[in-house]
């Protein structure tokens, strides 16, 4: 829908932000808590029909989803679509500066984490976008976009909201506002809503840039993902379906920031050959690459997630080191629970109002367990691939991609850092 078309006065959840988080929070909230009324405010505008969305979320990376989050995506009904883009991971092969550390994880071995034999699939971000917006148009969601929140204000009853018509300022239609009885913030990382909201971020750079792009191979990767630790930080080399005959994959090469500008501007058959002596031949031989982007790492944390009203959800909540594949599957999590919550507590007959404190702070002491224990994985983990001693040893097997995507694993693990296993 354009924005023009319809001026709404009072919802009960208002979404800013059309990325994964809030798409996905949006169909979730569709299918647990029918009778709200779901606004979905994204700045952007939609393409039609099947044409790639414009949207940061939806880029050129491609995501590693969890066995957990493809449990997600089939009770939202989505499986049998997403499967025919995605590409099974069914293997983790994880290597330490060059050296093999054995078989990693395998869908067999860990059948318990494992989704209908796999560990988890990759999807493009690309591929996603789409499916996700297909499934929002088939439910009662109010997607309005494009439409840029200039302005939040909080007040006893949720949040009113000033937006407009288009992604900049200039040329923009008349400023319209929006009631809301709960107020979920998904505007991404540097949300300037949760600066306006007076919402400090506490942040740690990284000093590392995420290169991205995708590969060609000359041999099937066979649903091997692979993850390697180098002096410069982790890279992983992840499994994508194949298109027109050719064997591909999504690598993210994490590498010193005052790099990347140089590494993403070289010209294909020089990065190849830096990657191939980087990456080595564990995958056989690297044919082509795509154009390369390149991400500043951070670890970025909202000091506050929920307040009467307001939730904030995905990267403006947590912005997390990706190559350890967690941010979105954490965000899904997340935003299950947010809706089961809401839905638990009459969400679904509109009894109790979803942005009551009470209830948000049930959610959010339902979640805090899981992200401190993601975020301490995806932050402090790397320095222990340095060290010697059981627990990492055990890390060094599995890899950060392999606890990413067999969550149960890591209470294993953390149990072990803890001194807790018996
Ligand atoms: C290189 C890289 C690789 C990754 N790989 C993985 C992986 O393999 N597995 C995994 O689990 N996670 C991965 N992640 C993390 C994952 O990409 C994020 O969790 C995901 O993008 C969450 O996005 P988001 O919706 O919170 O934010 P965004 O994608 O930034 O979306 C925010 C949206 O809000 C809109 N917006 C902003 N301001 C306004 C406004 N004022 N009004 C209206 N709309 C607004 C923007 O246009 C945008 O569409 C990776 C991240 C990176 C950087």
């Given at each position: 829908m354009s924005?023009?078309?319809?001026?709404?006065?009072?919802?009960?959840?208002?979404?800013i932000g059309g990325g994964m988080a809030g798409a996905c929070l949006a169909l979730l909230l569709a299918?647990?808590?029918?009778?709200?009324?779901?606004?979905?405010?994204?700045?952007?505008?939609?393409?039609?029909?099947?044409?790639?969305?414009?949207?940061?979320?939806?880029?050129?990376?491609?995501?590693?989803?969890?066995?957990?989050?493809?449990?997600?995506?089939?009770d939202l009904g989505l499986w049998s679509m997403l499967k025919e883009y995605a590409a099974p991971i069914r293997q983790v092969h994880v290597s330490d500066r060059g050296h093999s550390l054995g078989a990693g994880l395998s869908a067999e071995r860990e059948s318990e984490a494992a989704f209908e034999d796999m560990l988890g699939a990759v999807i493009e971000n690309a591929a996603l976008g789409p499916l996700l917006y297909r499934a929002l148009a088939t439910t009662d969601t109010c997607v309005l976009a494009p439409a840029r929140?200039?302005?939040?204000?909080?007040?006893?009853?949720?949040?009113?909201?000033?937006?407009?018509?288009?992604?900049?300022?200039?040329?923009?239609?008349?400023?319209?506002?929006?009631?809301?009885r709960l107020l979920v913030v998904a505007d991404g990382v540097n949300s300037p809503l949760c600066q306006q909201l007076g919402i400090a971020t506490d942040e740690e750079a990284y000093?590392?840039?995420?290169?991205?792009?995708?590969?060609e191979l000359q041999r099937d990767h066979r649903g091997v993902a692979y993850e390697r630790f180098t002096d410069n930080g982790p890279m992983a080399l992840l499994p994508l379906p194949r298109r027109d005959g050719s064997h591909r994959a999504a690598l993210v090469w994490t590498c010193a920031s005052d790099e990347a500008e140089a590494i993403a501007g070289l010209p294909e058959a020089a990065f190849i050959d830096r990657l191939q002596k980087v990456f080595g031949w564990r995958a056989g031989r690297i044919l082509r690459s795509g154009s390369v982007q390149h991400y500043p790492l951070k670890l970025s944390l909202a000091r506050e997630q929920v307040r009467r009203g307001l939730v904030l959800v995905g990267n403006c909540a947590h912005f997390l080191h990706p190559v350890a594949g967690q941010g979105f599957n954490l965000t899904l999590r997340d935003c299950e629970t947010l809706a089961r919550t809401i839905a638990r507590h009459g969400g679904s007959s509109a009894q109790t109002a979803p942005g009551e404190l009470d209830l948000l702070q049930t959610y959010w002491r339902e979640r805090q367990h899981d992200q401190q224990l993601t975020i301490g994985f995806s932050d402090r983990i790397p320095p222990l691939f340095a060290a010697r001693n059981l627990f990492a040893a055990g890390l060094r097997q599995a890899g950060l991609l392999g606890l990413a995507l067999a969550p149960p694993l890591r209470g294993a693990f953390a149990r072990q850092a803890a001194g807790l296993a018996v």
């Open positions: 924005a023009s078309e319809k001026t709404l006065l009072t919802v009960d959840v208002a979404i299918k647990h808590c029918p009778q709200l009324e779901v606004a979905l405010l994204e700045q952007r505008p939609l393409p039609q029909a099947d044409a790639a969305l414009d949207l940061p979320s939806f880029d050129t990376r491609a995501t590693a989803i969890s066995a957990g989050s493809l449990k997600v995506f089939r929140v200039t302005g939040v204000k909080m007040h006893q009853g949720g949040a009113e909201l000033s937006w407009r018509g288009t992604e900049h300022d200039a040329g923009s239609t008349a400023e319209q506002t929006l009631n809301t000093h590392q840039h995420a290169l991205v792009t995708t590969v």
